[in-house]
């Protein structure tokens, strides 16, 4: 079993920024490709960003390129999303994921409970 816990989520103006945090644990947490998602009201969950173990392979989502950024501390177990330059659109439940390749939402294996991205306009 994989535990996902996030944090970091809140209320931010248009142009803002956040970090969110994914801490995992469990032993077999290093067999997995980390992500996020996120769900707005009304909306499908959507794959944001992914990263692979070791961290040399990333992939995101058309919407957010370039403007988040995914990374790992393997040390901490910990995965982290920035977020820079939101917008209203942005503004969902983010989940932490882990699963295997091709990280969609029928791959992942395991989630976290989800934290609120608010934007304001």
């Known amino acids: 079993q994989v535990q996902l816990v996030e944090s970091g989520g809140g209320l931010v103006q248009a142009g803002g920024s956040l970090r969110l945090s994914c801490a995992a644990s469990?032993?077999?947490?290093?067999?997995?490709?980390m992500g996020w998602f996120r769900q707005a009201p009304g909306k499908e969950r959507e794959f944001v960003a992914g990263i692979a173990w070791s961290g040399s392979t990333t992939s995101y989502a058309d919407s957010v390129k370039g403007r988040f950024t995914i990374s790992r501390d393997n040390a901490k177990n910990t995965v982290f999303l920035i977020m820079n330059s939101l917008n209203p659109e942005d503004t969902a439940v983010y989940y932490c994921?882990?699963?295997?390749?091709?990280?969609?939402?029928?791959?992942?294996?395991?989630w976290g409970q989800g934290t609120q991205v608010t934007v304001s306009s």
């Open positions: 994921a882990a699963g295997i390749v091709p990280l969609s939402a029928r791959n992942v294996k395991f």
């Open positions: 469990g032993r077999t947490f290093y067999r997995y490709r």
